[in-house]
């Protein structure tokens, strides 16, 4: 019930959307907010060291399925859970302001999708995983990649590689 009720939201928000879009560089773009699920959450955390070490201020939110038992108090992360209100959490994302939303999800996950159509940011990339794709800048995953078992690692070096040769501009 909560899948529909979510994937009824975002069906709904993309229709409505009037979101305005931009490209920009990655020298243009000083906060990111960065959203992962915590089964991958080294991978993420070692991208995120890496934007933090080109000077970006970063603001992570990761998703705790049912299934991980692992203890995350001490992370610097914000953790959501199913049990969370997830409006309450998009509101404050709604107030923030971001250059750009990445989103280092490899499968369709609608707690943290439903909370990236409601971050306040002109750009929002990450792997295109069905047709009403979220970003502006979509990677996409061919099928040699997938057969491969695409890591976060590899998404992160394509988003980078793709922000810093990006041109700035508004999107027409």
């Excluded at 299934?67 to 998009?90: F, G």
């Excluded at 979509?138 to 040769?165: C, F, V």
């Amino acid at each position: 019930m909560f899948d529909l009720l979510l994937k009824l939201k975002l069906k709904r928000f993309y229709r409505d959307e009037t979101r305005e879009k931009r490209f920009l560089n990655l020298r243009n773009i000083h906060t990111i907010l960065v959203l992962f699920d915590t089964s991958d959450y080294d991978e993420a955390d070692a991208f995120i060291e890496k934007l933090e070490r080109l000077g970006k201020q970063i603001t992570g939110y990761a998703y705790l399925p049912k299934s991980d038992r692992y203890d995350y108090s001490e992370t610097p992360y914000h953790i959501v859970t199913h049990k969370d209100n997830l409006n309450s959490i998009a509101g404050e994302l709604e107030k923030e302001s971001f250059d750009l939303v990445i989103d280092l999800t490899l499968k369709r996950n609608l707690p943290l999708e439903y909370l990236l159509v409601h971050a306040n940011a002109p750009v929002k990339t990450g792997l295109k995983k069905n047709a009403t794709s979220p970003y502006d800048l979509a990677i996409i995953s061919l099928p040699d990649i997938q057969e491969k078992n695409l890591k976060i690692r590899e998404l992160g070096k394509q988003i980078i590689y793709y922000l810093y040769i990006i041109q700035t501009r508004p999107i027409q």
